[in-house]
């Protein structure tokens, strides 16, 4: 009888009088059996879902796949598993909730740019979005409903003042002199490759948004950049542990940083005070009237800017073209050192077109294709977000395949798979520029017309695209025109390997 009231919904006095009439054994008894009913409904959601949804291994209850992730590199298991299955979308349930992981390039450009309308939203990320800026931060926003359409259109329209297509362009002269000091900090201290390289993206940035060059590696900027971003790829990549556990279990989140260990160094606002103070800075100086932070301080009152969008929005600006510029042209160091074959042809070329006389120029581009396709080719083999940046969520239920994608569903794309995928790019492992060559046996068809998909898709693709690319272009092109780049060397003149797999 009480079972039922309960099941029928009976008022909250009549079912405590009736849970008072019990002995304590059976009110434990009664608390567990609705428990475990709770947890079969539950469970049972999950495996319908599952029937519906791109397949993938079993989910326990409550747990789903959280403890079959592996400790290092998940993306080459999401790539594993959609080979096992022989699907490009494969299903991976992180706690209650399906994620579901892309590892096709014609998949990914089907839903995320043919289907963008849908599948511009985000999911719900407890780690990265509601215990960091949330929905103060163009990454973060949902576009679920017109007005959190409106206020991402606010904030993309203010990033592409920035940094969008249009703009990049006024920027060549500078980024063309920070390109030209980074050849020359090469001469006298190669060894210090990657402090130089991660003191020219930030200065291009910081210049762009506050006036402000960066001149030497020890400026604190870079400490502070380079460290949020390398927190912002950690907390962007499922795990079995904290802090990441958290989104399996959402509740643990709630708990008082104070008793919650497994939310420390997460959810300060340190970020924001760095980044705003730095904007507030560079808009009360004079002289500054074409920084980035001038335009967001003008539109202010207009679109009722808080201090964390201020904030977020010249820090995105760093994670567009900071930390993301400087990964690329590392990788671009390791592919010389791995695969020095490839430096003859691009020797050769600049040889011919540009000559000793002067270094390279954005007007060579079209006239370098071997040059142009090795840069094509650093953004492929080792994609700096390797899976695909945020996760997207689509804003209704969608279908690929006869799969179901509820939405809200977390789906993200698998880019590591997605460029190793043997279709398009035979022997992906090895560094190949000419597979970017039109008419060249290596080349194959791949969806849009640049080659890759390093920067995502659709109305979530990098604001700072078009930036990266330029910047990438030109210093590329002007370090094989001035050097040659190869192993280090023992003492004895033999080379010390390099481990290609060995490098995130």
Not at 405 to 423: D, L
């Amino acid at each position: 009888m009480l079972f039922q009231e309960l099941i029928q919904g009976s008022r909250a006095n009549d079912i405590l009088r009736h849970l008072q009439g019990l002995p304590p054994k059976h009110v434990a008894l009664l608390v567990l059996g609705i428990g475990l009913a709770a947890l079969a409904a539950d469970y049972a959601r999950m495996l319908w879902l599952r029937s519906k949804m791109p397949p993938g291994p079993l989910p326990w209850p409550i747990v789903g796949n959280t403890f079959m992730l592996p400790e290092n590199k998940p993306w080459i298991w999401f790539e594993e598993l959609s080979k096992r299955y022989q699907a490009p979308l494969v299903t991976v349930w992180i706690g209650r909730n399906p994620t579901v992981w892309i590892n096709d390039a014609w998949a990914a450009s089907e839903l995320f740019d043919k289907r963008a309308g849908i599948y511009s939203s985000r999911p719900r990320m407890v780690v990265f979005a509601e215990l960091g800026a949330g929905q103060n931060n163009l990454v973060n926003m949902y576009t679920m409903t017109p007005e959190q359409r409106d206020r991402w259109r606010v904030h993309r329209k203010l990033m592409h003042h920035g940094v969008g297509i249009q703009s990049v362009r006024k920027y060549r002269d500078f980024q063309n002199n920070e390109s030209r000091l980074v050849a020359y900090d090469f001469l006298t201290s190669p060894e210090d490759y990657v402090k130089h390289f991660e003191r020219y993206a930030t200065s291009v940035v910081s210049i762009i948004a506050f006036g402000r060059r960066v001149e030497s590696s020890d400026d604190p900027i870079i400490t502070e950049v380079i460290a949020g971003m390398h927190l912002a790829a950690d907390l962007n990549v499922p795990g079995k542990r904290f802090p990441m556990l958290m989104e399996s279990f959402p509740t643990l989140a709630s708990f008082p940083n104070a008793i919650a260990p497994w939310k420390h160094g997460l959810g300060a606002k340190r970020g924001f005070t760095f980044f705003f103070a730095l904007a507030d800075e560079a808009n009360k100086k004079e002289g500054q009237d074409g920084a980035y932070v001038k335009h967001l301080f003008a539109e202010r009152e207009k679109y009722n800017l808080a201090v964390e969008e201020i904030s977020a929005l010249t820090g995105n600006l760093f994670g567009a073209g900071s930390d993301t510029s400087s990964s690329t042209l590392i990788t671009f160091i390791l592919a010389c050192c791995a695969f020095p074959e490839t430096l003859k042809p691009a020797w050769e070329e600049l040889d011919r077109v540009v000559g000793p006389d002067r270094s390279p120029t954005w007007e060579d581009e079209e006239k370098l294709p071997y040059v142009k396709a090795f840069v094509k080719e650093v953004l492929r083999w080792r994609s700096v977000a390797i899976i695909g940046g945020q996760p997207h969520a689509p804003t209704q239920d969608d279908h690929y395949k006869n799969w179901l994608i509820p939405k809200g569903t977390w789906i993200q794309g698998n880019v590591w798979a997605i460029h190793r995928n043997e279709r398009e790019f035979p022997d992906p492992d090895r560094f190949n520029p000419q597979r970017y060559l039109p008419g060249h046996p290596d080349s194959r068809p791949f969806p849009g017309e640049r080659g890759y998909m390093t920067f995502g898709w659709g109305r979530r693709v990098c604001s700072g695209q078009a930036l990266a690319e330029q910047g990438t272009w030109i210093t590329i092109a002007r370090i094989l025109w001035g050097f040659n780049i190869e192993k280090q060397r023992r003492e004895d003149g033999s080379f010390v390997p390099v481990d290609i797999f060995n490098y995130t």
